[in-house]
């Protein structure tokens, strides 16, 4: 299995609405990240996880908060997004922590468009 | 200041003509070039990755290439499916925190027409 599965695929949300975007992977890699996407902009660093603890926060605002529950999954809290915040959501994976080995390949979902209203 | 710069920002070609993209970079130390295909609505997709000037990779009808400036994907005879945005990323010696952070390019937007 060499696939990072997000759920869902889309979600509009409201400025006072609460709601998670979820990522799993099986592959047994050992970081995981959020990136943000803007239409024809390449993908934006927002947190890495490495070894299920938060190792990098791009300084993204706090209405964005991010989980690692197990080695597999990781999720992004959002509450009170703002209609600027509308982009798509990518999670990734690598197979070591990003500086640690050379091979450092990225696993990208499919990623989850949000628009917020 | 540490930089990727890909050209041309977008490519219009005709199934079976060949070309390459480019992607220049200024890096203090280079541990990684990466090249990406993202499909509209879709992750990026890995392709290849470059570690020192000199070395090459293929797969089907792409081909990287690394020089100790810039990077070239060569397409050769492509077809319709080779139509996405190809990114070009690049991991840096210098540490952010624990980790090295990777500097993506804007990307070249390509389209092959039947």
């Known amino acids: 299995d060499t696939e990072v599965t997000q759920t869902p695929k889309h979600l509009v949300m409201g400025m006072t609405n609460k709601k998670s975007l979820k990522c799993e992977q099986h592959?047994?890699?050992?970081?995981m990240y959020w990136y943000k996407q803007k239409a024809k902009k390449p993908p934006e660093l927002m947190f890495v996880?490495?070894?299920?603890?938060?190792?990098i926060n791009e300084s993204v605002p706090s209405r964005f908060s991010p989980e690692c529950p197990n080695s597999s999954l990781l999720n992004l809290h959002l509450h009170a997004l703002q209609p600027e915040d509308s982009a798509l959501y990518l999670c990734?994976?690598?197979?070591?922590?990003?500086?640690?080995?050379?091979?450092?390949?990225?696993?990208f979902g499919s990623g989850t468009q949000l628009s917020v209203l | 200041e540490d930089q990727v710069t890909q050209s041309p920002e977008a490519l219009r070609l005709q199934e079976g003509e060949s070309s390459s993209l480019n992607c220049s970079y200024t890096?203090?130390?280079?541990?990684?070039l990466f090249w990406y295909r993202q499909d509209p609505g879709k992750g990026p997709e890995f392709l290849f990755t470059?570690?020192?000037?000199?070395e090459e990779k293929e797969k089907e009808r792409l081909k990287a290439t690394l020089t100790k400036k810039e990077s070239f994907l060569h397409i050769t005879a492509p077809k319709p499916e080779d139509s996405a945005t190809y990114l070009c990323?690049?991991?840096?010696?210098?540490?952010?925190?624990?980790?090295?952070?990777?500097?993506w390019g804007l990307g070249t937007s390509l389209a092959v027409n039947p």
């Open positions: 990734a994976s690598s197979q070591d922590p990003p500086g640690l080995r050379r091979n450092e390949k990225l696993f």
């Open positions: 592959m047994g890699h050992r970081a």
């Open positions: 996880y490495s070894y299920e603890k938060l190792s």
């Open positions: 890096v203090s130390g280079l541990r990684g």
């Open positions: 470059l570690y020192s000037a000199g």
């Open positions: 990323a690049v991991q840096a010696g210098a540490w952010a925190g624990n980790n090295r952070k990777l500097i």
